[in-house]
């Protein structure tokens, strides 16, 4: 293989999933900074995920863990996921800084995103969200939530 090799579709995909199911590992372990662990942070962070629900969004899952956020949801058009993240994050890193007396950035830049294709897949992700909080060890936690499904 030669370094300057382009990748392919597969091998791209293949690369974020383990790089995502790292990431998830390192976060459910609690790296990092865990400042939604405070009650107050993870209120305004329910608050900022749920606020436009319908409006901007249809918002199927959420959970909001001690150091990371999972949503499932549905942009509604005009609006687009990057917009929707940007806006959760500099709405909810002011509100959080504000709140808990502190300063600086809150969240990293980048995002995970995944585009769910299949009912199987949906089901499997709502139910990761869902099982996130009691995955990584956080017993009666309840900053997690869903529409129904049947």
């Known amino acids: 293989h030669h370094c300057d090799q382009e990748l392919n579709d597969v091998q791209i995909r293949r690369l974020n999933e383990l790089s995502s199911?790292?990431?998830?590992?390192?976060?459910?372990?609690?790296?990092?900074?865990?400042?939604?662990?405070?009650?107050?942070?993870?209120?305004?962070?329910?608050?900022?995920?749920?606020?436009?629900?319908?409006?901007?969004?249809?918002?199927?899952?959420?959970?909001?863990?001690?150091?990371?956020?999972?949503?499932?949801?549905?942009?509604?058009a005009p609006f687009k996921l990057p917009d929707i993240t940007h806006s959760w994050k500099s709405y909810s890193a002011h509100a959080i800084n504000k709140t808990l007396g502190r300063s600086g950035s809150l969240w990293h830049k980048e995002s995970y995103d995944h585009l769910i294709s299949t009912e199987q897949s949906y089901r499997r992700i709502i139910q990761y969200v869902l099982d996130n909080p009691a995955r990584a060890g956080l017993r009666n936690w309840k900053w997690v939530g869903a529409v129904e499904i049947d």
């Not at 790296?31 to 199927?60: P, T, W």
Request: charged content about 20%; glycine content about 4%; some cysteine.
């Open 21 to 76: 199911a790292r990431v998830s590992d390192a976060l459910d372990r609690g790296i990092g900074e865990c400042l939604l662990r405070n009650s107050a942070a993870a209120e305004i962070m329910e608050a900022v995920v749920r606020h436009f629900d319908k409006q901007r969004y249809h918002l199927h899952a959420w959970c909001i863990m001690p150091n990371h956020v999972h949503t499932v949801l549905q942009p509604i």
